[in-house]
Every structure is written in C-alpha cells, then in structure tokens.
C-alpha cells in the first residue's frame, strides 16, 4: 500500500511540474521598416511579412500556446505593405482582416520586448519563431543579439523555426561555433528571390543568395517548386519556403513542440 502510495505520489508531483513549464513561444520579429535597394540608391517600404507572421501565431496559440514578442529596442514590428496583397491569402480574405485587426489592436504585439530581455528570459521559452520578410534582412540579420539566442535555442534542442527569409539569420552564426551544420535546410529560394528583386521591389538589396550562404555555411539546402506549400524539419529546426508555406510549416514546427515536450525531462 505504501509503495501505491509512493507511485501516485510521484505521478502527482510529475504532472503538477509539468503544468508549471512555461507554455511560451518566443516570437523574434524585425522593426525595421525600410529596405535600400542598388547600393542605397533606392529606398522601399518593407517589414514583417503578414501571413508569415499571423499564420504561425495563429496556429500556436489555437494550440493552446501563448506568445512573447520580442524586436530590436523594443519598437513595434512593421508590416510589409506588400503582403496585404489578397495574392498571398488565396481564399484566406477573412484571416487576413483578423490579422490586420490583430497588428492595430494586440497589446502584445504591440508592447513587444526587447531582444537584450528576451535573452534574460530565454530559459522561459518553449521554442522560437522568427517570421519573414525583407525586414529582417536589414536589422536583425546586423543584430548581435540573434545569434545568441539562435545557439541558445539550437543547444537546448529547443524548436526553432526560421520562415522564408528568416533561416538567412543561421548565417550570423559563425561557422566554427554553427550549431545547425550539416542539417536540411529550407528558405525563399533564389528563382524568388529573382522575382521578388525583379519584379516586386525592383531592386537589389545588400544581403540576398540565401540559398547560397547557407550551403556554403556547411548546411544542406532543399527546395520546393516556386510559391509551393513547402517546409523542412530537421531534429529541432524547422524551416518554410514563402508565403504560401504556411500549412507545412505549422505542421511541423507543432510537431516539433510535441517532440520536445515528449522528451523534456521533469523539473527542466
């Protein structure tokens, strides 16, 4: 009797730690809201990209998952004007108002933390995500900040998942210290890229060829067919193509989460 004693005993304090983790996901986005293009001879409107940004949002909390944001010094993310375009809502119209709804009227989304507090209060996370866009191409690809909370995330086998342009960042990691060598690896690809320099911004800016960067960083790049539903998970890392990933993303990186739940020892 005693030892059922014991055993309800241990169930009980397992569960009652369990319930205690933190259920947050840290959401890293970019402030920035200008992006040069041709060595500084054009200036564009650019940010976070919408979808890539809500989608994800969306399908953690409706997980039951709460969220942080985090940006540099603390400003509110932008919103690339390009992606209220209906093209990257297919027949998602109504999503898209409540994600337009939702950037004017969060207060967490618009009170987010600054990246120096998240790294403060990073143990607390579950995982990371770090939506697309232009934007980040400019601040957080420069931000010092970025690569200690990305090793931190990676050595703690924590879920880390990169959207479109995002897994460009695995690039301010230097080599000798990359965590992420020798994984698969998803990000826009370079015939997007060229359209998206090309036909939409119609310009080049300073930090682009991704896909390039990163296998020469030493990770093994894998691509969809252009504006494909396409991601990539590997071990704790989970990356997406373009806007229109979104579905395979979200599959994957809760996946993730439930991976790392499954195995997260008690107390941790």
Same mark, same amino acid.
């Given at each position: ?15 009652l ?33 919408? *979808?890539?940004?809500?989608l ?22 932008t ?42 209060? #990073? ?6 995500? !770090? ?12 931000d ?10 990676? #050595? ?13 960042? !695995? ?20 015939i ?7 036909? !939409? ?5 300073? *930090?682009?060829?991704?896909? #390039? ?9 894998r ?8 991601? !990539?998970?590997?071990? *704790?890392?989970?990356?997406s193509? *373009? ?11 809760l ?14």
């Amino acid at each position: 009797m005693d030892k059922l004693k014991f055993i309800i005993t241990v169930i009980m304090l397992t569960n009652l730690s369990l319930s205690a983790q933190s259920n947050k996901i840290l959401f890293v986005m970019s402030a920035e809201d200008t992006i040069p293009l041709n060595n500084g001879q054009k200036l564009r409107q650019t940010g976070v990209f919408l *979808n890539e940004f809500y989608l994800a949002y969306k399908s953690v909390t409706e997980a039951g998952y709460t969220v942080d944001f985090a940006t540099p010094n603390g400003m509110v993310a932008t919103i690339d004007e390009e992606s209220t375009n209906d093209t990257y809502w297919k027949n998602n119209l109504e999503i898209k108002n409540k994600a337009l709804k939702f950037t004017q009227s969060d207060s967490s989304f618009n009170s987010p933390i600054t990246l120096e507090e998240a790294i403060k209060t #990073k143990t607390e996370y579950l995982g990371l995500v !770090i939506p697309g866009g232009q934007g980040l191409m400019v601040d957080l690809a420069k931000d010092k900040h970025i690569p200690v909370l990305l090793k931190y995330f990676a #050595k703690a086998h924590k879920p880390t998942g990169l959207i479109c342009h995002a897994p460009s960042l !695995i690039l301010t990691i230097p080599k000798a210290e990359n965590p992420y060598i020798g994984f698969k690896v998803n990000s826009v690809s370079p015939i997007e890229e060229f359209v998206i320099e090309r036909f !939409i911004m119609k310009g080049k800016p300073e *930090n682009r060829k991704i896909a #390039k960067g990163l296998r020469k960083m030493g990770l093994k790049y894998r691509r969809g067919l252009p504006k494909s539903n396409f991601a !990539i998970k590997d071990r *704790n890392l989970v990356t997406s193509q *373009n806007p229109f990933s979104g579905s395979a993303f979200n599959k994957h990186y809760l996946q993730a989460l439930t991976e790392y739940l499954e195995r997260m020892p008690v107390g941790n």
